[in-house]
Every structure is written in structure tokens, then in C-alpha cells.
């Protein structure tokens, strides 16, 4: 269950309506927003930039209901969404636009917000790349058995998983071939949340840490979230997370099976946005074939 962020009666008033004289005569609207998310993290570290910033969704509405006029309270209910679910820690919301002195030719008994209302309930959908490996103890069940955690997460829906890839290590020590796979689908999490789950799922197949490129019983990693054909990709680096993934242009080890899960797939390198099926063909491929079959999904 997400965590919630909740504003109540933001209070403008200004000129929205069907009608022509609602248009020049500004009126009472109240707004209601509820903003579920994850606000762990900041109350772990008493860091602003690590949730949502309420004052900032309120000046984002109250500079949409001041906008030149528009005809519904619909189209402002939809507009203040879309501004909140522009955060990247947003996961959903739900904005309610009150509009208690509606010229709706009926009297609507009672006081405060007695009228006319619409509320609109948005989730976030941003297309996400999960890359898996494992070349420890049974491969294959270890990673069936992270695809069957992975759709458990609350909040992220697989659509396809690739096959197999059989791939020599890279760096590191001296260690088993690994079985490389994709997934694609799309969540509603922010990144920090997902790769909490990813590193959740991990520990429960024995993952450790010790060794940077060690042989590891499993691998997750987050490779881009949104889409950045439509410049909807996450951009940022930080000490736990870089997003898109800053070496996965250059492993064929992802390349290969994302192109098989995704045969559109693009990934952003640098400031081009490029074919994942043009960076595999530049790609080191020595070392890597088909793996075994497997029915993940």
C-alpha cells in the first residue's frame, strides 16, 4: 500500500464555464488532491528532494485553475493530474475540483462545498527495462523464480520476457558463464521504490555484495524507465541509482535479449536516442548465445 501526500481545499477563485458570463465572472472552486507515493526514504533521510514537495503542487493547480477560462472542471481535474504525476516520486492521484456556485438552474441544499464536483483517479504508467542474470546454483529456476517474485510487485505489470542468453562473465573474477534475460512492462513506482523490490527479490535468492562483479545466484538490474522516444525517460545519477543504465549500450548481454522481449526497444545514449537493435550491432557479441528454453510467463 503507497504511502499518501494529501491537500485539501485549495481555494481560487476565478472565471471557468460553459456559460458566457462565467467566462467574465469569476467564481468559488476548491480542489482536493491526494497523491499516493513513497515517502520512506524521506522519512529516512529528512530530505526534500526525496519526496514531493506539496507547495509545489499547489502552485502548479492554482496556476492551472487561473488560467484563461476553459468550459469544465473536467479539463481542469485532468490537467492538475498530469502536473502531479510529472513528479517522478508519484506513483497515483486523485483531484477532486469542487464547484459550489455552478449556475446549474437547481439550489443544492446544505453549506460549504454543497455542488457540483468531478473527481478523476490517474496512475503513473511508465514503460520499464529489467535486465536478469544468474550464474550460480540452478540458474534457470532462480530466474524463473525472479520472474514470478517480479510479478508480484504491487505496481509494475510485465508484458514480455525474453529468452535465454548464455553470455561469458565480464570483469570481475574467474566465474561461471551466466543466463542473461529481459523483461519489459510497465510500473507505476518510482525508481528508488522499484529497485528497493529488485534488491528485496535478490536477497531472497541468496544474493550478496561482497564483491563488485562477483558471481552472484541473482542479478537484477534497472535498466530505463519511460520512454525516451517520447522524452518521457527518468535522467538522473545518484549515488544508488543512474538511470538509463550507464553501461547497458554496451553489453550485449542486455542488448541481445531486450531486442528479443522488444524488437522497438530504443535506449537513450548520451543525447541520441538510439535502436537497441543498432547498439547490438556494434556490440561486442563474442561469448554470448541462446540459452536453453524456458517459459517464464
Not at 550460480?136 to 529468452?163: I, N, P, Q, T
Not at 562473465?169 to 528508488?192: E, F, K
Not at 522481449?261 to 548465445?289: F, M, N, W, Y
Request: net charge negative.
Amino acid at each position: 500500500m503507497s504511502d499518501r501526500i494529501a491537500l485539501t481545499r485549495l481555494a481560487v477563485t476565478t472565471p471557468h464555464g460553459v456559460l458566457a458570463h462565467e467566462k467574465r465572472e469569476p467564481q468559488r472552486f476548491f480542489v482536493d488532491i491526494t497523491i499516493e507515493c513513497d515517502v520512506s526514504r524521506a522519512g529516512r533521510s529528512d530530505d526534500l528532494d526525496h519526496t514531493i514537495s506539496y507547495a509545489d503542487v499547489a502552485q502548479d493547480a492554482e496556476r492551472i485553475l487561473t488560467q484563461p477560462p476553459v468550459d469544465l472542471i473536467e479539463h481542469l481535474a485532468e490537467q492538475i493530474a498530469a502536473s502531479v504525476l510529472r513528479h517522478v516520486a508519484a506513483e497515483a492521484v486523485e483531484v477532486t475540483v469542487h464547484k459550489p456556485d455552478a449556475p446549474a438552474g437547481v439550489d443544492f441544499a446544505g453549506f460549504g462545498l454543497a455542488g457540483p464536483s468531478v473527481s478523476v483517479r490517474r496512475e503513473q504508467h511508465r514503460p520499464v527495462v529489467i535486465a536478469l542474470g544468474a550464474n550460480l546454483g540452478h540458474r534457470v529456476r532462480s530466474l524463473e523464480a525472479a520472474v514470478r517474485a517480479l510479478r508480484r510487485v504491487e505496481g509494475l505489470d510485465l508484458f514480455e520476457v525474453s529468452g535465454l542468453f548464455e553470455t561469458a562473465p565480464v570483469g570481475g573474477p574467474a566465474q561461471p558463464d551466466y543466463l542473461n534475460a529481459v523483461a519489459v512492462g510497465t510500473t507505476r513506482l518510482a525508481p528508488w521504490t522499484l529497485l528497493d523490490r529488485l534488491h528485496e527479490i535478490e536477497a531472497g535468492r541468496g544474493r550478496t555484495r561482497e564483491i563488485r562483479w562477483g558471481a552472484r545466484t541473482l542479478d537484477l538490474d534497472l535498466i530505463q524507465l519511460g520512454d525516451p522516444a517520447a522524452g518521457t525517460d527518468l535522467r538522473f545519477a545518484t549515488e544508488e541509482l543512474t538511470l538509463p543504465h550507464p553501461r547497458a549500450a554496451e553489453r550485449a548481454f542486455v542488448l541481445a535479449p531486450w531486442l528479443d522481449a522488444d524488437p522497438q526497444a530504443q535506449l537513450r545514449v548520451g543525447r541520441k536516442v538510439l535502436p537497441v537493435a543498432q547498439l547490438l550491432r556494434s556490440a561486442d557479441t563474442t561469448g554470448i548465445h541462446v540459452g536453453p528454453e524456458w517459459r517464464p510467463l
